[in-house]
């Protein structure tokens, strides 16, 4: 199945679902009637949020860098070693 | 005498595994003769050969390549040119064809993919006999080094937008250091048509819809040192079509 259709399908359920609510009013209409709007903003505020929390978890690995740096060295030492030309331009 | 046992159990696995490491280049000159020597310090006891698929770089880089073949052999670096820049995706399966290794390894030549991480690679498939075994930064022991805050920004916004949307059952999906079982890469390689990111996003996608076993190691990312990047431009953009591509066709 594509991807899509099974979105669509969680799509049609929860508006199913929202469509029963309405129409048995187990819960008051005027609050029925603002559900879809509190679970779009409610996507909105996890998408948000994980960006936010993902920003601020951000692996980092400055270590990292230092290591490449000496790696790179190493290199070079062994590549001219060999007659390799390696100077950067 | 350790050897020997080690030979004997070899016998025992059966015929020890090949290991085909493709690199496509443009002008990598340093970044390649590098690479070279650092994947040979690492990968001490793996039969592996590297593919190199420069695309006409106007830096030399071939001719460094050509150095490095009489270094480390002809039947270790293969340098697989194509006349003119044809993009990246092309690239892998130009090395492929020419690949005759049991894995493919994918890794990018601008050293922000490590070699001392292939090991790791090569053991988890070992242990778990995944079909693909790819590199991910955003996970215990994995980290990236010299992005700015618009660059992370991005980065974390497409990554929830791709989880949310096609929940692909991986947490790094443009990372592009890979493993690859050859019939599985053979198998998702022709049907991806992307460029760019999109096209790292629409293999592991497509891999993960036809049911493959995915396994993911941590992998350190530090941006490149030398040379320029090759991608850019309208990314966003273009990552966005991707997205959606990605929700109608798989
Ligand atoms: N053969 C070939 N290699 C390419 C092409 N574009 C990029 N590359 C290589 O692909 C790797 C990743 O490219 P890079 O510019 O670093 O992309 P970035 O890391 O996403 O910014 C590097 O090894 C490049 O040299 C291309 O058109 N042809
Ligand atoms: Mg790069």
Redesign the interface.
Known sequence: M???LK?MALVVAISAFWIGLLRTSIVSDSYAWLLPVYLVLSLGCY?LL??GV??ML?????Q??VL??Q??AE??E??KS?????A?D | MEEEEEQQQQQKKGKKKYYSIIVPTYNER?NI??LV??IFKHLRDVDFEIIVVDDGSPDGTQE?VK??QE?YGEDRILLRARPRKMGLGTAYSHGLKHASGDFIIIMDAD?SH?PKYLPSFIRKQQETGASIVTGT????G?????WN?MR??TS??A???AQ????PGVSDLTGSFRLYQRSVLEDVINSCVSKGYVFQMEMIVRAS?KGYHIEEVPV???DR??GSSKLGGSEIVEYLKGLVY?????
Not at chain 1, 82 to 86: A, L
Not at chain 2, 246 to 250: C, K, M
């Open positions: 594509k991807h899509i979105i998408g994980m960006v993902g920003l951000f692996p980092t690995c400055p990292e860098a490449l740096q790696d790179i290199g070079k062994f590549l060999k007659g390799i030309d390696v950067s | 340093l003769a590098l020597y650092l460094v150095q490095l270094v050293l490590h930064r955003y996970v215990r994995g980290g990236v080094h010299g805050l992370k920004l974390r916004g990554n929830v937008l949310t949307l096609l929940w819809r350190t990312f530090v040192v030398f990605l929700l109608l066709t798989t």
